[in-house]
């Protein structure tokens, strides 16, 4: 639901009202007890209140706990800690002026602010911009369409917006702006323009950076040559930033996470040959990066199949998880294997065959004790599966 510029700035001088809505249990069952109790506090504003302790509950370990924010907003938006990581690499390009000209509720201005680069904000809806106003004090932001340049600045970050009516877009003039518009009314600056990481970014010649964090890839990244990183003496095409938070104190401080950065620079020599102790799925920002045999030569890792992103290696290396492998079996043997291993639970990966794991998961009938994972890849022409003990990290 979203909030008008009247909802923001009432919101803004009664910060009170979020932090007595942020003890209500805020869950859909409360919802009209939730309502009724607000009302009683704040009157007309109850609504947009809720709205803003459901967004930031669901934002918890994403963005600031202070913010102002729709949910819409909050799900839009860039992981503080990988708008920090940009922020950080824009810093070492000695550019001065930097603009986000799809800047929302102020992600990336707020990360580019905090590592002492200050920025300008701008965004076609005024209630966003009324919440990054809040969000981000001291900064500077304007009611502006992206399409038609009102300042200008060195580097122009956007994020176009990647949903319509709730709807995933698959195009990239689809986005809210339209990507190819976007990059023509900007033409002449450098650009570090955030896109769905399944868009086809083959023809871009700058540098495409995968981010994820715990896991879960966020965004690519397009920078353009001019804000490209040099390795080895080379420009970066491909890169990605591997972020972990898991066990960390603070998801919102990056000094308290594992980075770790793969790119096409890197050495990509490695074997392709039979399974060892481990199988290794490598993280989806590698995968989606293309630097799947440059992580496997930087963890002493091999391929199973040249075509397929699953890895194998006699260790797991530090850091990164895998599976140790019990036995290797053919697809129709699984069911029995697993019985046989008295398998009451199964993680299931697969890549390279058209399996879909809750249909099969539930064709296996598991009715055992132990948990146990099964990883479902092709070899040359051959699907197979590994039976496996659970994830285990090095
Ligand atoms: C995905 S969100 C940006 C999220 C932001 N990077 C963050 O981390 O919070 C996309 C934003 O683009 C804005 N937008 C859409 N079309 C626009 C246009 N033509 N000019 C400026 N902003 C636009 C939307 O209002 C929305 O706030």
Redesign the pocket.
């Known amino acids: 639901m979203a909030l008008t510029v009247d909802e923001v700035k009432e919101i803004a001088s009664h910060p009170q009202w979020v932090s007595v809505a942020e003890s209500l249990p805020l869950t859909k069952k409360s919802l009209i007890s939730d309502l009724d109790s607000m009302r009683q506090q704040c009157g007309e504003f109850a609504r947009a209140v809720i709205e803003v302790a459901v967004a930031r509950k669901s934002a918890a370990t994403k963005l600031p706990g202070t913010w102002i924010m729709s949910s819409e907003?909050a799900q839009?938006?860039?992981p503080y800690l990988v708008?920090v990581a940009r922020a950080r690499r824009l810093r070492d390009t000695g550019l001065s002026s930097f603009a986000?000209?799809?800047?929302?509720?102020?992600?990336?201005v707020a990360a580019l602010s905090d590592v002492g680069l200050p920025a300008i904000g701008?965004?076609?809806?005024a209630a966003?911009i009324e919440m990054a106003r809040h969000n981000v004090p001291g900064s500077r932001f304007l009611l502006?369409?992206?399409?038609a340049p009102a300042y200008d600045a060195d580097v122009i970050i956007a994020?176009?917006?990647?949903r319509a009516g709730g709807r995933r877009i698959a195009r990239p003039e689809d986005l809210?702006?339209p990507l190819p518009d976007l990059i023509s009314a900007w033409s002449g600056r450098q650009l570090a323009i955030?896109c769905a990481p399944g868009l086809d970014f083959s023809e871009w010649e700058g540098e495409v950076a995968l981010a994820s964090v715990d896991g879960a890839v966020k965004e690519a990244c397009l920078y353009t040559p001019g804000l490209a990183l040099q390795a080895r003496g080379r420009q970066v095409t491909r890169s990605a930033l591997v972020i972990e938070t898991v066990g960390k104190r603070d998801p919102l401080d990056l000094d308290a996470t594992t980075v770790t950065r793969y790119d096409d620079t890197m050495d990509d020599d490695c074997d392709v040959r039979a399974a060892g102790r481990y199988i290794v799925d490598p993280d989806g920002a590698v995968v989606r990066a293309g630097l799947v045999r440059h992580f496997a030569a930087a963890h002493g890792l091999w391929q199973l199949d040249e075509r397929i992103a699953h890895l194998s290696g006699d260790r797991l290396p530090e850091g990164v998880s895998g599976f140790e492998v019990i036995e290797q079996v053919g697809l129709k043997q699984v069911r029995k294997s697993l019985a046989a291993l008295d398998c009451g639970a199964a993680e299931i990966l697969v890549r390279g065959v058209d399996v879909n794991p809750d249909v099969v998961r539930k064709q296996w009938k598991l009715r055992g004790s132990k948990a146990l994972a099964v990883v479902i890849t092709r070899i040359g022409k051959t699907a197979t599966a590994f039976i496996c003990h659970p994830r285990a990290k090095g």
């Not at 502006?144 to 399409?147: G, S």
């Open positions: 907003a839009q938006a860039t708008a986000d000209v799809t800047c929302s509720i102020g992600t990336e701008s965004d076609i809806d966003r502006a369409d992206a399409l994020d176009p917006a990647r809210l702006p955030k």
